[in-house]
């Protein structure tokens, strides 16, 4: 970077919670630390999150209020108000500004990241933000310009509606010469809502009502349009960064292939489906769109490839940095978030971005219950010993003891490890997980789901695309893992523990009542659990302190129980 002379800011307001708002904090203190600089920061938070993390580490806070409020400016169909994040809540934002004296303002991702309205409340008081400017967000976060600006600079797209699609007489006018397979896409918003698959004729007129409504509630704008359905693609992006000087980076290839329902699960850089010509075009595309967008800040465009033909096609601009970028970070060494500050305050990018190296696999771990359709699981995070170790990084929200409201997200870190090769990136993080230890009170995480996916022989040799996840979990294949069984014996030990622990209770009470009742220790108890619709029944001795005999089946089977904590045990069986 080359400073360009121009003016600076002196408190950042960040407008996001949890591990964004940590990624924040984190980057302000070593900007500071190597310019010697006095940066601030200030967390705006909302009423659950009054203890989080982020707020004990910002230099400042300031409070929002609840975490949602009724919006009486946008309205659903019954003419009533919508329930919105606070974040979302200009007024108290511009309250907030002026409060604490923010000068900047940083939206990480999620909330009002890509919102340009957000971006124009901060230009009319007076704050920087860090990230693109209004304009550029309108003209690369509606879909469909995005996809008439990527024609005419060049780059190629899936063959598509050309433009909204008025109705369903439209959209079989259209869906005649796009052909089927297709996909109907709602042109704002994301997080895979608004968009359905539709395979064939007989879904069309269902898929484009429904995919308008959620669109509709979801964003307030029910605009659709049809695009071909690439099967057996792979979903990648580029991260690029730009000056606002004209110079735009493509800083680096991703490949987000393993997702669920359009959600992301785990994703890798370099991609392993590209040869380094075809990295090298898909990078050019992402500079193209962005100079023709007068891009600034950071930003991702994304594409589908189809490995069979080698053809790309670009998808659309999510305007502003993605959770995954830590895989880029740690394969150029580069520091997008700071890099995010630097272009804000007017600084060039100077030369070409570094080249990758090695490989990167980011691991997104959540409170999240993958046997109850990955319900969210929140509660108090009463454990968190994260595996560390060689090429290992972790992006966190959360402390252990911290709570993980039921308000917001289910993440609870972001693991990246980075190795020589692909494979060794890989071994890593599945090394990082198991060693990690997590327990959510009440709740569930989706660690042994992840370490499912990381070792299934297709995610090793890389044999994926976007429907892989989805079609795993159709087959049953990503459910249930290989040591249930061990599982199962260790939650009917631990259940024999507790009615021992009762029994012993009972005892002691019963003495001092005079008419003491001895717990029999030796005799067979019965537990029963149950586990995806199937009853297990036990029977369970303890014939010698932590020897136990459990017979199911018919068969009986010794383990030995060794408790190291409350929370962990060594089974020998």
Known sequence: MADSGAGGF??????????????????????????????????????????????????????????????PRDTDETGSARRKSRYFD???????????????????????????????????????????????????????????????????????????????????????????????KATAGGGGRGIRIVPDQSRLDEALASASAEAHKAFGDGTVFLEALVTGARHIEVQIIADRHGAVWAAGVRDCSAQRGHQKILEEAPSPALTE??????????????????????GTVEFLFDPGSGRRFFMEVNARLQVEHPVTEVTTGLDMVKLQIAVARGER????????????????????????????????????????????????????????????????????????????????????????????????????????LLSHP???????????????????????????????????IVLHERCVAEEEMNFFASATRGRPSPPGAQRRRAVELRYRGREYRFRIATPAPGLYRVRIDGADIEVRWERTDEHRARLVI
């Open 349 to 452: 990018l100077d030369g070409e971005p570094p080249r990758t190296r090695g490989h990167a696999i980011e691991a997104r771990f959540c409170a999240e219950d993958p046997d109850r359709g990955f319900a969210p699981s929140p509660g108090r995070l009463i454990r968190f010993r994260p595996g560390l170790g060689p090429g290992v990084r972790i992006d966190a929200g959360v402390q252990e003891g911290d709570v993980i409201p039921s308000e917001f997200d289910s993440m609870i870190a972001k693991f990246v490890a980075w190795g020589a090769t692909r494979e060794e990136a890989r071994a890593r993080l599945v090394r990082a997980l198991l060693d990690t230890l997590a327990v959510v009170e009440g709740g569930a995480t989706n660690r042994a789901f992840l370490l499912r």
């Open 277 to 298: 010509e075809q990295d090298a075009a898909i990078r050019l595309d992402a500079v193209r769109i962005a100079s023709a967008a007068g891009y600034e800040n950071a």
């Open 458 to 492: 297709d995610f090793v040799s890389s044999r994926i695309d976007v429907g892989w996840v989805d079609r795993l979990a159709g087959a049953g294949e990503a459910d249930a893992g290989p040591d249930a069984d061990v599982a199962l014996l260790a939650g009917a």
């Open 90 to 184: 200009y007024d108290t934002l511009r309250e907030a500004f002026a409060r604490t004296g923010a000068d900047a303002a940083w939206a990480g991702w999620g909330f009002v990241s890509e919102q340009p309205d957000f971006v124009d409340l901060c230009r009319e008081c007076g704050v920087v933000f860090i990230g693109p400017p209004a304009e550029a967000m309108r003209r690369v976060g509606d879909k469909i310009a995005a996809k008439l600006l990527a024609e005419k600079a060049g780059v190629p797209v899936a063959p598509w509606s050309g433009g909204a699609v008025a109705d369903a007489e439209a959209a079989r006018a259209h869906a005649a010469r796009i052909g089927f397979p297709l996909m109907v």
């Open 10 to 71: 002196g408190c950042i307001a960040i407008v996001n919670r949890g591990e964004p708002a940590m990624r924040l904090i984190n980057a302000v203190r070593e900007w500071n630390r190597e310019r010697d600089e006095r940066l601030r920061t200030v967390a705006l938070y909302t009423d659950p999150d009054r203890d989080a993390l982020f707020v004990r580490e910002a230099d400042e806070a300031f409070p929002l209020g609840p975490a949602f409020f009724l919006d």
